[in-house]
């Protein structure tokens, strides 16, 4: 198993910008493709971003297209969300997740087993 903690949050005015922390334990971090979901209260979970496991390949979701950078750092156990140009609907508790689950679309949340417990991003307007 893999214990994943985030950290990075906070308040940050509209064109700002954020860089989130996901650090996992143990030694087998390389094992999980990692992704990036968002959720408000009374909304439903969100894809944001994913990188697989070697870090070949990203994926975004239209709406942080562009804004958003996902990448990982094996030898440190830990994948980060660069945010930048943020905006109002920007604002969510982001969670971080690992998938062990070979031949899945990273895009949905069905795809991971671990989690985080979250960060709150504040976007101010």
């Known amino acids: 198993q893999v214990q994943l903690v985030e950290s990075g949050g906070g308040l940050v005015q509209a064109g700002g910008s954020l860089r989130l922390s996901c650090a996992a334990s143990g030694r087998t971090f390389s094992r999980y493709a990692m992704g990036w979901f968002r959720q408000t209260p009374g909304k439903e979970r969100e894809f944001v971003a994913a990188i697989s496991r070697s870090g070949g390949s990203t994926y975004y979701a239209d709406s942080v297209r562009g804004r958003f950078t996902i990448s990982r750092d094996n030898a440190k156990n830990t994948v980060y969300l660069q945010m930048n140009s943020l905006k109002p609907e920007d604002t969510a508790v982001y969670s971080c997740?690992?998938?062990?689950?070979?031949?899945?679309?990273?895009?949905?949340?069905?795809?991971?087993?671990?989690w985080g417990q979250g960060t709150q991003v504040t976007v101010s307007s």
């Open positions: 997740a690992g998938s062990r689950v070979s031949g899945v679309v990273l895009t949905t949340a069905d795809a991971y087993g671990y």
